[in-house]
Each structure stands twice: as structure tokens, then as C-alpha cells.
């Protein structure tokens, strides 16, 4: 599976926490591209429990 332009250029840069601006049409990924980097930083109970994830404060 290749990644669209979008989420090529996007993902690393919002990954590493960096804020992120981006434009594209309908369809290219874009929900992906800057929905993903967010769910990489949710901390659940759970998982600061089960020593998988470090609160933060």
C-alpha cells in the first residue's frame, strides 16, 4: 500500500509533535494523515496501568 502525498509529507512531521497545516482534495487521506499522529498521543487508564503508556501531565 503506497500513502497518498498528503499523508507522506504530513505523518512524520506531526508524529514527531510538530503542528501541521495541509491542504488537499477530497478523498486523498487527509483524515488519516492528521487523525492518526492524535491517536499516537491518546493515554488510556489502561494502558498507564499495564505500563504500556506514560501519563502525561
Known sequence: ???FPIQEM?????LSGTDVI???KTGTG????F??????????PADAEAGRATPRS
Open 22 to 24: 495541509g491542504q488537499a
Open 30 to 33: 487527509k483524515t488519516l494523515g
Open 35 to 44: 487523525g492518526l499522529p492524535i491517536l499516537e498521543r491518546v493515554v488510556v
Open 1 to 3: 500500500m503506497t500513502p
Open 10 to 14: 504530513t505523518l512524520p512531521v506531526a
